[in-house]
């Protein structure tokens, strides 16, 4: 059983390009979190989706940020018009069931470079 | 903001136990509490959780307090592959989303 996929590995842009990193979660997961972490910090919360649902996305930037979860294919974190300050690693998580006891399992992360 | 606090950094003597304490007094009954551990920029990785009782696997064991407040992270036989940042993390039951919320954790440093 494959581990959380993400890709690419190493995300390159310019200021004002759009970045798009891939999560696939592990077989049979239907719930899938995004986490970013900015150099030498921790990691903060960003997005938890559901298929087809986004359930809470208190962490998220009000502005150029969106994250998707369909019903087909991976999950999706969509940066528009990158700033220098977006360069964070990205990291995806996914878990088969919501529930307290319940563990998250995550991916090696996209590490963005905006330039 | 992260209901736990622990410690920024330990050294721990290589073969020797790691214990890392961590504090949630504000826990609820029914939270959970679980450790996870970063090494340099990798993805977390998953240790242990519990919510009443002791817990052990084969990579660490769990002890947690009677009255809940506080938890301890037992590494065994520290190695030098077990130096990372390890987050402690109870995940908060009102939010309805049951998000981890991620504090500083404390950077163990294994030394040979």
């Known amino acids: 059983n494959a581990g959380v996929m993400q890709n690419p590995r190493h995300l390159v842009r310019r200021r004002g390009q759009e970045a798009r990193l891939r999560c696939s979660p592990m077989k049979g997961h239907s719930h899938v979190y995004w986490y970013r972490q900015l150099p030498e910090e921790g990691l903060k919360f960003m997005v938890y989706l559901q298929k087809e649902n986004i359930i809470d996305e208190s962490g998220m930037p009000k502005e150029r940020f969106s994250a998707e979860f369909p019903k087909e294919g991976p999950s999706i974190l969509r940066i528009q018009q990158v700033v220098r300050g977006d360069s964070a690693a990205y990291f995806c998580?996914?878990?088969?069931?919501?529930?307290?006891?319940?563990?998250?399992?995550f991916g090696s992360g996209t590490q963005l470079s905006v330039l | 903001d992260a209901k736990t606090t622990q410690p920024t950094s330990m050294d721990c003597a290589e073969g020797r136990a790691a214990n890392l304490p961590c504090n949630h007094s504000t826990i609820s009954g029914n939270e959970y509490v679980y450790w996870y551990r970063q090494i340099h920029s990798q993805g977390p990785q998953y240790i242990i959780h519990?919510?009443?009782n002791n817990e052990t696997n084969e990579m660490a064991s769990l002890i947690i307090t009677e009255d809940r407040k506080s938890s301890t992270l037992i590494l065994p036989h520290a190695t030098l592959r077990d130096t990372a940042v390890y987050y402690c993390i109870v995940r908060p039951a009102t939010s309805g989303t049951y998000k981890y919320i991620f504090g500083t954790g404390t950077r163990l440093k294994v030394l040979a």
């Open positions: 998580a996914s878990s088969p069931r919501q529930g307290l006891g319940e563990k998250l399992f």
């Open positions: 519990g919510l009443k």
